[in-house]
């Protein structure tokens, strides 16, 4: 198995990520935040903070830097701070300070006075449900209600009442951050031909055209450098706020400013995964076979309604085969901080609702949970007649139930000494997306090859997945591959996110490694090259023909050339009208339940997933293992708890709970392997997402099997088992 390019330098401490870059003159900044959850801005005392040792400047809405709104060609718009004096969630940024250490513009920052206009603010999803808006359309135009009903039924509420078992109920899943390792951060450099901007971010690009916007700059004076992420899951895409003020305050002072959030900074400043409410509504056969579904959905918002979890679209409308359909997402505006994609945005909150209530169904009908499953697999969304291009989900809830000892399940578990044993299971789905992206391939003198585009690699393992297709395109062996990312002046390479990386760069690959070698023949045979006028053919990483051969190495030495290029570009296009395009997986998962003290501790895992070629197998394993632990921490650990005043009670390492290595014991993942060449030309689908979901259902029903007690809400505690 292959180990990533960038291993070595990530593990010996020599990867250099956006705060590690030092200049001359280098001077520091420091957020400031709100203190209320809504209101104005009435005034802000900053006399003390500008006169206390090495403080250079101090901003706020009345003395702003000068910026304007972001937008980038696939985000949209991105808030921009200290534009105006509206506060709409408590930890706001609302000012800046810049010192010449940080710890001087941290006291510094310390010593502002804030008096607030205070207003009301909402800050509960339940207190807001009655006041609930229509999300606008999905992402992919979808309105916020979708209904398909069979002929002859007039109404979902019919088609459930014509159903011989229902199941109803409603779920909730909890608000949580990304929690990277590394912090938000931006170090900004002006030049004479520019910004050059170091912050980590899922797309170089994006993040240059933001910055362009938000400066009024030409996007070609904006360079934005990030060639190592200390991981992302969504909460990079857009532009950072210490990058916007950085980047405002270095042109201001004319010197290099460096910007980091708090870790406690990074819970409010940048986004959040929403919170959820949903009802689900089943109706079935007595054989099991689903008659009708109706998912309804509430997600929490910001004020500014930016972003909403699309649960029911995500889930319910593609999950399962049924003639009755009844889907709506809707939207609470609240006085909390932004929201935004978050690994799995949709379906990993929304699968906890779905997986659970399949389970309760299994329940009602004394129904094995797997077989229950298998018999309503859909060939395609229901009310869409583009079926799936590839799908082996009933493979591998099969390989997964031999794997994992399923035939041994006891309908209400079994008992090992004071522990109570459970087995759950939950279908894992994630639509197989892409973005456009263009690479460029530079074949060099030295006989090595350079694979480039503008995209990034936030812990998911791009870098080698651009060394292992551009020497399967070129025929030539990976060490020969230099694999550039990261830097807004390569061509660009789409959004690291939506498991889409490698599906929409592996194929620009391919189409560039196929000009470049026809440009690499043309060369060969041109008058008074080695081959002039042959029929020259390429394989190997060598040109040959009439007996003749060459590297092309050798060629380019030959012909007095250091190198030759050729860019490929990719995006979706004809093949979204004749399928449709998804991942898939079985989930299970054991649970050992105290029988005393009620800890739930998960023991054991299992994966088995369906997503294409697998280009990577040690890489792709790491990133369903990541996500699979991510299941288990929305489960048992994860959740912000947002106080009446808007202030997060928990928004720290101390008290925003993660699992760490002593809570996940054995995780096993299993591959089943069918290129989906209809998807894209390399044939794989990614996997950086869906190994969360389904897995919080996974170890509810766990539990559920180990305990009788059903629970609808997460993040599990063991107050909520005590009954049991």
Known sequence: MTSRVDGPLKVTGRAKYGADNNFPGLVYGYVVVSTIAHGEIAAMDVTAAKSAPGVIGVYSPFDPLELRTATS?????????????EVTYYGQPIGFVVAETFEQARDAAMLIEVSYRQRPALTSLRDGLASAEDAPPAMDGAPPSITVLAPGVESIEDALAASPVVVEATYST??????????????????????????????????????????????????AVNPFVGGAFGGKGRTSVPAFLAAAAAKVLGRPVKAAL??????????????????????????????????????????????????????????????????????????IPPTTFMRAPGEAPGSFALE?????????????????????????????????????????FRIGAARFGWANRALRGHTDGDWLVGLGTATAMFPALRFPATVEISLRADDTAVVATSGSDPGTGLLTVLSLVGAESLDITPDRIAPRLGDSALPPGGLSGGSTATASVGTAIM?????????????????????????????????????LTMTFGEVLRAVHRTSISAMGSSAPGE??????????????????????????????????????????AKAARSQIIGGMIWGVSAALHEGLEIEANGRLANGDFAGYLLPVNADIPDVDVHFVEYPDTLHNAVGARGVGEIGTVGMAAAVANAIYNATGVRVRHIPIVIEDLLEG
Not at 311 to 319: D, I, L, P, V
Not at 516 to 540: C, M, N, R, T
């Open 575 to 616: 093949e979204m009208t004749k399928h449709s395009f998804s991942s898939f997986g079985a989930q299970f998962c054991e649970v050992r339940v105290h029988r005393w003290t009620r800890e739930a501790r998960v023991s054991r895992m299992l994966g088995v997933f369906d997503a294409g070629r697998i280009i990577n």
């Open 174 to 223: 909890a608000t949580q951050n990304h929690a990277a390792m590394e912090p938000h951060s931006a170090v900004a450099v002006w030049g004479s031909d520019g910004l050059t901007m170091y912050s980590g971010n899922q797309g170089a690009y994006l993040q240059a055209a933001e910055l362009a916007t938000a400066l009024e700059l030409e996007p070609s004076s904006v360079h």
């Open 262 to 335: 708090s870790r406690e900074q990074v819970f409010t400043a940048t986004a959040n995964r929403p919170a959820t409410v949903q009802e689900i509504s089943l109706g079935a056969d007595t054989d099991g076979t689903l008659i009708a579904i109706r998912h309804d959905s509430w997600s929490s918002t910001p004020m500014d309604r930016s972003f909403v979890e699309p649960t029911s679209h995500g889930t319910s409308r593609e999950w399962y085969a049924t003639q009755n359909l009844a889907i709506s997402q809707k939207m609470v505006p609240l006085n």
């Open 356 to 396: 659970s209530a399949i389970d309760e169904l299994a329940v009602a009908l004394n129904l094995d949970p797997i077989e229950l499953r298998q018999r309503n697999s859909s060939t395609a969304p229901p009310g869409n007649d583009l079926q799936w291009s590839s799908k082996h989900l009933d493979e591998c």
């Open 511 to 547: 189409i560039a490694a196929a000009k470049v070698i026809d440009d690499l023949l043309a060369v060969a045979s041109a008058p008074g090259a080695p081959f002039d006028g042959a029929e020259a053919s390429y394989a190997d990483g060598r040109v040959l023909a009439d007996g």
């Open 73 to 85: 060609p696939l985000l949209g718009e991105t808030w921009v701070p200290l534009q105006d004096k």
